[in-house]
C-alpha cells in the first residue's frame, strides 16, 4: 500500500530499502532492450501491471508478434506469450497477453513483465504499472524525466 506525503509516493515493501529507492517523475524515458529503442513511459501507479502499445498485434504457436507504433520506430517484435491477464477498466473488460521486456530506467536495466495492448488513443507508448515500481522507485508526482537513461548498453542521447 503506498504511503503518500506531498504528492510523492513512496511504495513500501520487501526488496531495496527506500533509500537506495530512485526518485522518479510521472514520465520518465526509457530504453526498450535489445532495440535501443527511447520511448516515453507514464508512471502510473494505479495501474497494478504494466502496458506496451502493440500494434497489429496477432498470437500464434505461443509468439506475439506486433508492431510497435511510429513513435517507437514502427519495429516489428516478436516475443513469447507468458500468459494471460485479465484487465479491468473503465470501458470495458479484456485479455491481454503478457511478455517479457528489458528496458532501462535511469541507471536500473530491469527484466519486465508487460501485458500487450492497442494503446494508439493515448499519449503513452508504454505504462509503467505497480510491478515495475514498488521494488525500486520513489514517485515524485510534481517532477517529470528525472532520470536519464544510463544503462551500460545504452548510447548517451
Not at 3 to 23: N, P
Not at 43 to 61: F, P, Q, W
Not at 88 to 117: F, T
Request: with cysteine; aromatic share 6%.
Amino acid at each position: 500500500m503506498p504511503l503518500i506525503s506531498w504528492g510523492v509516493f513512496i511504495f513500501a515493501g520487501g526488496g531495496i530499502d527506500a533509500m537506495e529507492k530512485l526518485t522518479i517523475g510521472e514520465v520518465e524515458n526509457v530504453v526498450l532492450l535489445p532495440w535501443g529503442l527511447r520511448i516515453p513511459a507514464r508512471i502510473d501507479t494505479g495501474a497494478a501491471t504494466s502496458s506496451l502499445d502493440a500494434r497489429e498485434l496477432k498470437i500464434k504457436d505461443g509468439i506475439a508478434e506486433f508492431k510497435l507504433p511510429p513513435q517507437c520506430g514502427d519495429i516489428l517484435v516478436r516475443v513469447p506469450v507468458l500468459g494471460w491477464k485479465e484487465i479491468r477498466s473503465s470501458e470495458a473488460h479484456e485479455r491481454r497477453p503478457v511478455v517479457e521486456l528489458d528496458v532501462c530506467l535511469g541507471p536500473r536495466r530491469m527484466h519486465i513483465r508487460v501485458n500487450l495492448n492497442d494503446r494508439s488513443r493515448v499519449k503513452y507508448p508504454l505504462i509503467l504499472g505497480r510491478n515495475v515500481l514498488k521494488e525500486n522507485f520513489v514517485v515524485d508526482c510534481n517532477r517529470l524525466n528525472c532520470l536519464e537513461p544510463s544503462c551500460p548498453e545504452v548510447s548517451p542521447k
